[in-house]
């Protein structure tokens, strides 16, 4: 199964930045008024496969469409993604709210159930066509749908945006996102009693810290990392999406059994922050997810990078162009199988994944701490569009 993955657009409108409808220096340089594929990142999807695109299941918007929850850049950015899916032959498009995508404010509270009211009468249908999905997700803030053996789990994790007495009160609650009492046991009894296999669950806002290095802020979800446990809990293969942070990563939730796969996929095309002016890029994914592997969450997701007028392949130190996801893996164990295979001269990837099926699982970044526990075996690995190509003999 695939799936086209896309978070926090902030595209903006000329008209309304030549109006300074805009407050502050954040944002995007995606113009909606452009119809031109290399200055709309957007309608540039297709070009990023040199081949014919593979087939994708559906594409996913994580949120934040449009930037400071201006409707018409909102309603044309919400037109591109089915204009692409169109292209791209993808049945079906998912959405959840962003903050950017309501008035959160308390300044806004006059205003909010107004923008609330627009969401739910655009065209297409928001977040999703279906009359029922739609119908629970604004009505209680958890929708399902089942496609094939994948059941998506959409939450709107804004629903409580744009209340509070104050400024002050009304800030702690947009600054993150909530997940209710009542929408967790929705979550939970909808996965205890659907027949699926594997579980996709998107939202806009992180549920916990993105990583414990870079990620600095204590902006995470109050109770996210027990909503973590609790659907880790029920055993089975759960896939968190999330957009929101500007910061992408992939990683194992630290529990459950198996761990659901929690990824940040946020940014497509928002300017940097000032703390993020190094090793920041926008990017879109393509989610590969293996529904034949059946002990735990497995897959690889596939990125490109927007250089200013076209896509490329990532490059990214933390999301290259090819991530795989499922077990985590010994790197020396690894080694120490490869140096089993006999080998003349070279072995090719198909050998090399034919007998050490964890390969798969290895990501680029540990290429370089296996080549070394190779070493003693006098043996190279090779990779090549971030995946290992070949092993040869030193």
């Known amino acids: 199964m695939r799936l086209l993955v896309i978070s926090d657009i902030h595209c903006l409108s000329k008209d309304i930045e030549q109006g300074k409808g805009y407050a502050g220096p954040t944002g995007s340089d995606f113009f909606i008024e452009e119809r031109n594929a290399r200055r709309n990142p957007i309608l540039a999807i297709p070009n990023a496969w040199k081949d014919t695109p593979p087939k994708i299941d559906a594409l996913i918007c994580l949120g934040d469409l ?10 044309q950015a919400w037109h591109d993604l089915h204009q692409l899916a169109d292209i791209l032959n993808i049945p079906d498009v998912f959405a959840v709210t962003g903050n950017h995508d ?59 945006h744009g209340l509070g007495s104050s400024a002050e009160t009304s800030k702690q609650i947009w600054e993150i996102g909530h997940i209710s009492t009542t929408m967790r046991e ?37 109770d ?13 293969k759960c ?25 940040s996929a946020a940014t497509f095309a928002s300017k940097p922050y000032p703390s993020q002016s190094r090793g920041f890029e926008n990017l879109f994914h393509v989610i590969e997810i293996d529904l034949n592997e059946q002990r735990f969450p497995a897959g690889a997701v596939y990125s490109w990078n927007w250089n200013g007028a076209q896509w490329g392949e990532s490059k990214h130190v933390d999301m290259p162009h090819y991530v795989p996801f499922g077990r985590q893996v010994d790197v020396c164990e690894i080694a120490k199988t490869l140096s089993e ?22 990501h680029i970044n540990q290429v370089d701490a296996l080549n070394e526990a190779l070493k003693p075996f006098k043996r190279t690995v090779y990779p090549k569009h971030s995946k290992i190509d070949a092993m040869l003999e030193d």
Request: glycine residues 6%; contains cysteine; negative net charge.
């Open 341 to 362: 295979i006999v080998i003349t001269s070279k072995v090719t990837a198909a050998e090399l994944h034919e007998k050490c099926p964890d390969l798969k699982f290895l």
């Open 239 to 263: 896939i968190v999406l999330h957009g929101h942070k500007h910061q992408v990563h992939l990683k194992h939730s630290l529990h459950g059994s198996p761990p659901p796969i929690v990824f």
């Open 66 to 75: 449009a930037h400071q929850s201006k409707r018409l850049p909102f309603l």
């Open 186 to 222: 929705k979550v939970i009894a909808a996965i205890k009693a659907s027949e699926a296999t594997h579980y996709l669950i998107m939202m806009h806002h992180h549920p916990d810290r993105v990583d414990d290095i870079n990620d600095i802020h204590t902006d995470a979800m109050k």
């Open 224 to 236: 996210g990392a027990e909503f973590l446990r609790d659907i880790g809990g029920i055993g089975k």
């Open 102 to 160: 309501i008035l959160s404010r308390a300044e806004d509270v006059l205003d909010a159930e107004t923008r609330l009211e627009f969401l739910q009468t655009v065209s297409p249908d928001f977040p999703y066509r279906d009359y029922d999905f739609k119908k629970d997700y604004f009505g209680t803030g958890v929708a399902t749908k089942e496609l094939g053996s994948c059941c998506i789990i959409a939450i709107d994790t804004c629903r409580t």
